[in-house]
């Protein structure tokens, strides 16, 4: 392999991911440098192209997104696992409607996690893969961390809505006024609405990276041919 030829798509791939995805001749350059990279990719015999190893990371992302959306939200969703399992501070334990506020946000997660899917879809086909080849070749869920470093702030800003609307449908709040009292007393705080916004975010990117690593395993069994390719 010509090494110094991949460290300069390297460097192509990065400053055309680094640019802003606005319209016009950005575009534009973003289109013809993609082409000149994978152009220069093929005459130097890679086993794929630089486009080719995006498409591969969006993928396994879009792919993850989907299952883990699954998973939480069917069966015992995040009472299934002990890492996304629900709890309530030990202050609220033994309390009165303690056992009511958490069979609510059970709920809300549940249906949270379900429509969580559209906009991690939406932020995955949006954001800037630097080095595609390097993210394919590392760990077991190395493209699931990375999405998360990039795009995890971005992700609570837009599940957050949705967490709360979710919470309403359940009765998150109704059940927690039954607790609010409790909760002055003991000087403690608790906002279900911003702890079930990080668990719904912990739970997708975990069965995300789950979902990776069998991709990984199984060299992209029941994905598409690109997968097959690229793992």
Not at 141 to 151: H, K
Request: hydrophobic letters at 40%; proline letters at 3%; glycine letters at 10%.
């Amino acid at each position: 392999m010509n090494r110094p030829l991949v460290r300069v798509l390297c460097v192509i791939l990065y400053l055309l991911a680094a640019l802003p995805a606005s319209g016009g001749w950005t575009d534009t350059l973003k289109q013809a440098g993609s082409e000149l990279a994978d152009e220069k990719a093929g005459d130097a015999g890679l086993s794929c192209t630089p486009s080719e190893a995006v498409s591969g990371v969006r993928e396994i992302l879009s792919t993850g997104a989907g299952y883990a959306a699954k998973t939480l939200s069917t069966g015992s969703g995040f009472a299934a696992d002990s890492a996304t399992a629900l709890s309530l501070p030990d202050w609220m334990a033994g309390m009165t409607g303690a056992s009511a506020l958490l069979s609510a946000m059970n709920g809300a997660a549940t249906r949270a996690a379900a429509e969580s899917e559209t906009p991690f879809l939406d932020t995955i086909k949006d954001v800037s893969v630097t080095n595609p080849t390097s993210l394919l070749s590392g760990s077991s869920t190395a493209v699931t961390d990375y999405f998360e470093s990039r795009s995890r702030d971005t992700l609570k800003g837009l599940v957050r809505p949705i967490v709360e609307q979710s919470a309403r449908a359940a009765g998150v709040g109704s059940a927690m006024t039954a607790l609010s009292a409790a909760a002055q007393a003991t000087g403690a705080a608790f906002d279900p609405n911003e702890y079930l916004t990080e668990k719904v975010l912990d739970g997708m990117f975990r069965y995300m990276g789950i979902r990776e690593t069998e991709l990984r395993e199984s060299g992209g069994a029941g994905a598409s041919a690109l997968l097959h390719k690229l793992l």
